[in-house]
């Protein structure tokens, strides 16, 4: 519509594609180039310059600011006419820049944005793109995924017929692949996407001036650069610069010759004299390993979008850097598909305007009102409808739609209006006028409505909003995924866990990918709340890319409700990096063989060598070392399992004494042995102590199995009939592998039953549990009362307290298979 516009905000070069007439259309300068650096430069206290003008700073001091959408999510600031600022405002000025280019080529105020994202980035980065563009002046904002916008515009001069499309976008700092379906009812799908956020063009130009440096060091110019010194980084810039302007020539032309005399010194104050030939296999052999990177990302995402190149309709390359023909060469090997440049620089911009041109409706003021009309400005039908929304409530008023001898007139009561049925002449463009009359007959609003009738015009439908990474909740055992990458919003998550403690606060936390980004708290809970009861957890995620949580203890309803703000990510310096890596290789050192997880080294070794880089870039490694942190996450949920025993030592006394007393009183009703009894639970009492002072968990365990015998044997006698059928199965099983393993080891045993079919007996257990314990408990009584087997406290003649009427025995039983002997 005349007041939207589609804007693809890159890291390098932005693009801004206006709707005109329902049609998208480029702008471009008066040097008719489409693309704007994402370059930004003050002077101090000068004018804000964006662009080709800010880029021609580069190399300079003070140097203009470069890659800022890299910055986006991060607490990082950049230096601007002496200030510092956040990577939003400046975002914000590259948006205000392209606003104003745009308003002046459509002659009107813009406002409406679609703005387009890599499919990588994370909610913060979305949220603050979101925010950059209103601070720009933009009133309605629809944030957009590149490759999406990329398939939109690819997709609707592309025929009718369904089809599957990969995108390999690889611009100046990001590497975005996706696989996108469009459906036979015109819907895009995204099947799979991937890539990586810090590999791009620059870094090429990286590995391209890093070698000119190299040439440099080797003809004894003094040029060992510390780039974190600014007037030095300047100087490796002007190298990168070199690089750039030779990486594109190559593109074009096999070998090129860089000179570049004399226009800046070495650090001992002799000018430099540049002069190199560059070939591509020189080229080639220095981004190789990017390169190869960018097609093994390309073959991983198609693998997990299950299409296989075979069924693929189209290759579509978008990006810059895809006019490298090595590039669309190695793409061509690895997937046997011929691949298509589409306006590589523009076509992202141009899906971004295509989505406006669907999202939004039009505004037009007039006299002391406003309305926005919303219809498709072009259609494959032949009748159509225009919708209108006022800016306030009106009674008594007119809306009236003209068209050459055509006249339709509505009563206008309310705020809304709708023209239905309007017929279209077919394959031309059908101009309306329409009018507001207020009650007394007065014009107060007019607008012209050109709709085109072309019947191949598609309107394709897109995902607003996409998960970029999936998000997980953090419980005792590592990190659990609730949404995987992928998931369209708004969506929703329910999920029960557990509490872990009594410590009266309940604290979900939540991850985004690896890096959490909040947590859900509940601080009002009641303290005697069993360890283990279930609290849950709602999780919405909206299609603004904001969160909103709410936690409940099912079983009190206590609740908590949180609106997330998700934090900027800290951007740690190579100091801060280097500390934290050692700290988390020695917590790895000391939680050996608990980390299984192959990731660990790699990515270890990938944050060292990112380091080593000229250039490292700190956001990608905060981010990794924010990753390795949490692939120890799983290692440490099973040590803290090892450290922690449960229940406590006092309260296993506790129960011991129980015990003991419970024996006592058995003893004076019955004739159970309570001097047999007593020193098993003295003995499990020292065991108790030691195995807790040494904190060792399986120990603990053994302790808790046989503590659960002890109790049973002491517990008042109760009828087995009564007991619940899980019950009974559960000791009918235990008493049947009792005599099981007794039958094995003991040849004694195996002559008295012989004859007796366990296996029947095990099938018993399953089908009759109560009659299968009462025959288990028989044989157990031939056992016992031929001295076979010895039962603590049961003694050895025939009234040993094992009875039918004594279960209690059987669990203290299943207590000692577990532990193996009392
Ligand atoms: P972004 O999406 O990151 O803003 P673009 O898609 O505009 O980036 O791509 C910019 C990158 O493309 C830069 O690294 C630039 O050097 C590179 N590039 C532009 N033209 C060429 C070319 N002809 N050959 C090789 N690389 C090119
Ligand atoms: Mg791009």
């Not at 971004?352 to 009309?373: E, H, M, P």
Request: charged share 25%; net charge negative.
């Amino acid at each position: 519509m005349a007041n939207s516009c589609g804007i693809d905000l890159g890291t390098t070069n932005s693009c801004i594609v206006i709707v005109a007439e329902g049609e998208p259309k480029v702008v471009r300068d008066k040097y008719k180039r489409a693309t704007v650096p994402s370059v930004i430069f003050q002077s101090g206290g000068g004018d804000v310059v964006v662009g080709h003008a800010a880029k021609s700073r580069l190399g300079q001091m003070p140097p203009p600011v470069i890659t800022v959408k890299r910055k986006m999510g991060t607490d990082e600031q950049v230096q601007l006419g002496g200030k510092l600022h956040s990577a939003v405002e400046v975002s914000a000025m590259i948006l205000r820049h392209l606003k104003r280019m745009g308003e002046e080529e459509a002659q009107t105020t813009l406002e409406n944005l679609v703005v387009t994202v890599p499919a990588y980035f994370n909610f913060k980065q979305k949220q603050d793109t979101e925010t950059a563009a209103r601070q720009a002046g933009f009133e309605e904002v629809v944030v957009l995924q590149e490759p999406v916008a990329a398939a939109l515009a690819y997709c609707v001069n592309a025929g009718d017929e369904p089809m599957t499309v990969l995108a390999y976008d690889l611009g100046g700092g990001t590497f975005d692949v996706t696989v996108l379906e469009r459906t036979a009812d015109n819907e895009i799908n995204v099947l799979a996407f991937g890539g990586d956020p810090w590999l791009g063009g620059d870094d090429f130009d990286t590995q391209l001036a890093e070698y000119l440096r190299r040439r440099l060091k080797a003809k004894n110019y003094a040029v060992d650069w510390d780039l974190t010194k600014p007037e030095q980084y300047a100087k490796f810039q002007r190298l990168k610069e070199q690089a750039e302007d030779a990486k594109k020539k190559l593109s074009n032309v096999p070998e090129v010759s860089i000179n570049f005399p004399q226009v800046f010194c070495d650090e001992e104050g002799v000018l430099i004299d540049l002069e190199e030939i560059i070939t591509r296999e020189l080229f080639y052999g220095l981004v190789e390993e990017k390169l190869n990177r960018s097609i093994e990302l390309t073959q991983e995402t198609l693998a997990k979008s299950g299409v296989s190149a075979q069924q693929l309709t189209k290759l579509i390359m978008v990006g810059g850097s895809s006019y490298i023909p090595m590039i669309q060469d190695r793409l061509r090997q690895a997937l046997g598909v011929e691949p298509e440049l589409v306006d590589p620089e523009t076509i992202v911009a141009m899906g971004a305007a295509i989505k406006a041109a669907a999202s939004f409706g039009r505004k037009v003021d007039g006299n002391g009102i406003s309305v926005v009309l919303d219809y498709q400005s072009k259609s494959s039908r032949t009748k159509t409808s225009i919708n209108g929304r006022l800016s306030q409530k009106v009674q008594g008023w007119t809306a009236m739609l003209v068209q050459g001898d055509y006249e339709s007139t509505l009563p206008l009561n309310g705020d809304r209006f709708r023209f239905d049925g309007i017929l279209l002449s077919e394959g031309k463009l059908n101009e309306f006028a329409l009018t507001l009359e207020d009650g007394d007959g007065e014009e107060r609003l007019f607008a012209d409505v050109s709709i085109t009738q072309d019947n191949d015009a598609t309107m394709l439908r897109s995902p607003d909003a996409l998960i970029a990474k999936p998000i997980a909740v953090r419980t005792v055992s590592g990190l659990e995924v609730v949404i995987d990458a992928g998931a369209r919003l708004p969506t929703r998550v329910n999920r029960i866990f557990h509490t872990e403690d009594q410590s009266g606060e309940i604290v979900v936390p939540i991850y985004e990918g690896s890096v959490p980004i909040a947590e859900v708290k509940l601080t009002d809970v009641p303290k005697n709340l069993t360890t283990g009861s279930e609290v849950e957890v709602d999780l919405i995620f909206n299609k603004d890319y904001s969160v909103k949580a709410r936690a409940r203890v099912l079983s009190t309803g206590h609740e908590a409700h949180a609106q997330f703000e998700i934090p900027l990510i800290t951007v740690l310096t190579a100091d801060q990096v280097k500390t934290k890596l050692k700290a988390i290789e020695a917590r790895r050192e000391q939680l050996a063989t608990l980390v299984d997880d192959p990731s660990f080294d790699s990515l270890r070794r990938m944050i060292w060598a990112e380091l080593d880089e000229p250039e490292p870039k700190m956001a990608k490694v905060t981010e990794d070392i924010n990753e390795l942190e949490s692939l120890l996450l799983p290692a440490e949920a099973k040590a803290a399992e090892r450290q922690a025993l449960r229940p406590s030592l006092s309260e296993v006394e506790r129960r011991l004494d129980e015990a003991d007393k419970n024996a006592r009183q058995k003893a004076e009703k019955s004739t159970f042995d309570l001097d047999e009894f007593l020193p098993h639970t003295a003995k499990l009492r020292n065991k108790a102590q030691d195995c807790w002072e040494r904190r060792d968990a399986s120990g603990w365990r053994e302790v808790l199995s046989i503590l659960a015998g002890l109790e049973s044997l002491a517990a008042p006698s109760r009828d087995i009939n009564q007991m619940p059928e899980s019950e009974a199965r559960d000791m009918a099983m235990a008493l049947v592998f009792f005599i099981e393993s007794e039958v094995m080891s003991k040849p004694a045993a195996r002559e008295l039953l012989a004859g007796i079919d366990l296996d029947k007996l095990k099938f018993a257990a399953v089908i009759e549990p109560h009659k299968a314990v009462g025959t288990g408990i028989q044989l157990l009584r031939m056992l016992v009362t031929k001295g076979i087997t010895e039962i603590p406290g049961a003694g050895k003649s025939q009234d040993t307290g094992i009875s039918e009427e004594t279960p209690g025995n059987m669990a203290m039983l299943k207590g000692l298979l577990r532990s193996g002997r009392g």
